[in-house]
């Protein structure tokens, strides 16, 4: 892989590469042969951090903490700042550097697999694109700073083995970020504030005209959006969130099922349960009998 880089390891910076004997091995093994890690990275704060690549053999993920950067890729540059999250493909040749100004804070890592490009595929990139907008978030730097720990087991397979299904684990979260973000831009909505609502009204009711309310949009719009946020129409994700707590109240207490629809707002047992079985596909009493552990 030829590589240029005029940036000298800074202190604070870390940087960890699987040796070839263990890649060889994570390709093999069942549990990561769909996708392992081969390097990963902090580079804080990192003042005249420079890299070119003019081939690339696995994937590169990059997420920019603080401050900003540029990418380069076939000749289109891309400006890179906090909350920026970089995907770079097998065999894509690129360059990329630091602001001289405000320099970024960039976690990496490099993975591959039989299912990498499926990975990279859920993130729902914008075609010929490689940047893309998660936010500012404390878990993906922890989830980041997690996988650091494998550098102290003397590549010790079952590590390295944890830090590539936590990057698995990461990666589809990231998606989940990646789609939150791109939906908001294209439809603003207070999905959170929505769904406090909704959460302190659990043992009562909530109508369209309220949420919406709630959302200052039309009944209409807000029906439209939070559908495309969520997948469910409001009324029917509020539904769902009184079976969950249902079901967590069935699970914790020996209480009548009589109860526990009252305690949700049902005063009709039978149509609570009737609401349950269609969400869980049991009634409230089979749901309790499952053995569960």
Not at 115 to 140: E, R, T
Not at 145 to 172: C, E, P, W
Not at 175 to 200: G, V, W
Not at 207 to 231: C, M
Request: net charge neutral; charged share 20%.
């Amino acid at each position: 892989m030829p590589v240029s880089s005029g940036w000298p390891l800074k202190p604070g910076a870390i940087r960890f590469f699987v040796p070839r004997f263990a890649s060889v091995q994570l390709a093999r093994h069942p549990l990561t042969e769909a996708l392992y890690i081969n390097g990963m990275g902090l580079y804080p704060k990192a003042h005249r951090h420079t890299m070119s690549r003019l081939e690339h053999e696995d994937y590169l993920l990059m997420y920019c903490s603080d401050g900003q950067g540029l990418l380069s890729v076939n000749d289109e540059e891309t400006a890179v700042c906090a909350g920026d999250l970089m995907v770079l493909p097998q065999e894509v040749a690129h360059h990329y550097h630091a602001d001289s100004r405000n320099p970024w804070s960039l976690r990496w890592a490099h993975f591959t697999g039989s299912k990498a490009l499926d990975y990279i595929a859920n993130l729902g990139l914008p075609a010929n694109s490689f940047v893309i907008s998660v936010g500012q978030h404390p878990k993906i730097i922890s989830d980041f700073d997690a996988l650091f720990s494998v550098r102290d087991t003397g590549y010790n397979m079952k590590a390295l083995i944890h830090a590539s299904q936590a990057l698995k684990q990461m990666l589809t979260y990231l998606a989940l970020l990646s789609a939150s973000q791109s939906q908001q831009a294209r439809q603003p909505i207070n999905l959170e504030s929505i769904q406090t609502l909704m959460m302190a009204n659990l043992a009562g009711e909530l109508d369209l005209d309220a949420l919406a309310e709630a959302a200052h949009l039309s009944k209409y719009h807000f029906s439209k959006r939070y559908k495309a946020l969520t997948g469910y129409s409001p009324i029917q994700h509020f539904i769902h969130m009184k079976m969950e707590r249902a079901c967590y109240l069935l699970d914790i207490s020996n209480q009548a099922i009589g109860n526990v629809a009252q305690e949700l707002g049902y005063d009709d047992p039978q149509y609570f349960s009737r609401l349950f079985r269609k969400v869980t596909g049991l009634s409230p009493r089979d749901y309790r009998k499952l053995e569960k552990g």
